[in-house]
């Protein structure tokens, strides 16, 4: 699997993020969309620099770059300054993500503890564990993805 490079234009510079102590999964709450189609929305109807999450799954398994990883995400405030932000395309109270989505967020994230040894057992939480919040949703498969994790 590789990472898709998307070359976003955000328009303000964007922080670095000094500390880093888990991962937030989130979903769209929409269809298949890109991290170009989040990238506008958060343009246009958040006032943000553009995408605030760091990392797009599509429902193919593509897995999109957002925001750099090493910046500070725009996602959940009480954990922006300290986390990496994966988002999911889809509405995970009404269907599940893909077996492709699943297979890709794993590899994503050992991807992501790999590339950092210090993060080799960087938790992973929903964006419901840090706000007040349904997201990632309700049918979002944590025993499945926690499995996966542990396999070697």
Request: hydrophobic content about 35%.
């Amino acid at each position: 699997m590789q990472i898709i490079e998307t070359s976003l234009i955000f328009n303000r510079p964007l922080a670095r993020r000094r500390t880093t102590k888990r991962i937030v999964l989130h979903h769209t709450v929409s269809g298949d969309v890109s991290a170009a189609t989040v990238h506008g929305w958060h343009l246009r109807n958040r006032g943000w620099g553009g995408i605030g999450y760091h990392y797009l799954v599509r429902t193919n398994g593509d897995i999109e770059r957002g925001r750099p990883e090493n910046t500070r995400g725009v996602h959940a405030p009480t954990a922006n300054a300290d986390s990496i932000a994966i988002v999911l395309a889809g509405n995970f109270s009404q269907t599940r993500p893909t077996l492709r989505q699943i297979v890709a967020l794993t590899w994503l994230i050992r991807d992501i503890r790999g590339r950092h040894p210090h993060w080799e057992d960087l938790p992973v939480v929903g964006h419901k564990d840090v706000g007040a919040t349904e997201c990632p949703g309700t049918l979002f498969p944590w025993d499945t993805l926690q499995g996966r994790l542990r396999e070697a």
